[in-house]
């Protein structure tokens, strides 16, 4: 997938992004949302041959914005014409600007219509209500929350959100 939209480029991830990746990955200010506080402790080569590896079954894009990387997203199948997304904004000072909503709005656009995907699903922590209000604005539908289902790097039980798009509920947030 490659959507490129005003200043924005979606691409898949390649090879020569790994150290960026491994970078992210690693800090654990970036991943204390999805309950590793300390970062993965990854290596620049095993990430290297998670994006070589086609069975993967991960597709990792790259979010770059005015040529310069910002984050990553993923989508993997979930069942028949399902699929399971998730989205990180890495670089802080670009978050809270609506580029999220417009990030994401590109990727649905493609998994919905060239893709052919009938349902997206997502999950995110309970504790990130931003995360939530934009994907509320989408139009994804929360189905269910599970309490205290994962002890994170930290030893603190965390807690998430499930939700799920269709397409005739997706509000795209492009101009």
């Known amino acids: 997938m490659k959507r490129l939209y005003n200043d924005i480029l979606i691409r898949e991830a390649c090879t020569d992004d790994a150290q960026?990746?491994?970078?992210?990955?690693?800090?654990g200010k970036v991943m204390a949302h999805a309950g590793f506080p300390y970062g993965l402790g990854?290596?620049?080569e095993t990430v290297r041959q998670q994006l070589e590896d086609k069975n993967?079954?991960?597709?990792?894009?790259?979010?770059i914005y005015k040529n310069i990387p910002i984050?990553?997203?993923n989508y993997?199948?979930?069942?028949e014409k399902n699929c399971e997304i998730g989205i990180k904004i890495c670089d802080f000072s670009m978050q809270n600007k609506g580029l999220g909503k417009i990030i994401l709005s590109l990727f649905i656009d493609a998994l919905f219509n060239e893709y052919?995907?009938?349902?997206?699903?997502?999950?995110t922590n309970l504790n990130n209500k931003r995360a939530q209000h934009v994907y509320e604005q989408l139009g994804f539908k929360k189905v269910r929350t599970k309490e205290n289902v994962w002890t994170d790097q930290a030893g603190v039980l965390q807690s998430f959100v499930d939700?799920?798009?269709t397409r005739d509920l997706f509000v795209p947030h492009l101009n």
């Open 20 to 27: 960026q990746l491994c970078s992210w990955w690693n800090d």
């Open 163 to 165: 939700y799920e798009l």
């Open 56 to 63: 993967n079954n991960s597709n990792r894009h790259i979010i």
């Open 42 to 44: 990854t290596t620049v």
């Open 76 to 79: 993997c199948e979930a069942g």
């Open 71 to 73: 984050g990553e997203m």
């Open 116 to 123: 052919g995907y009938e349902k997206i699903l997502l999950d």
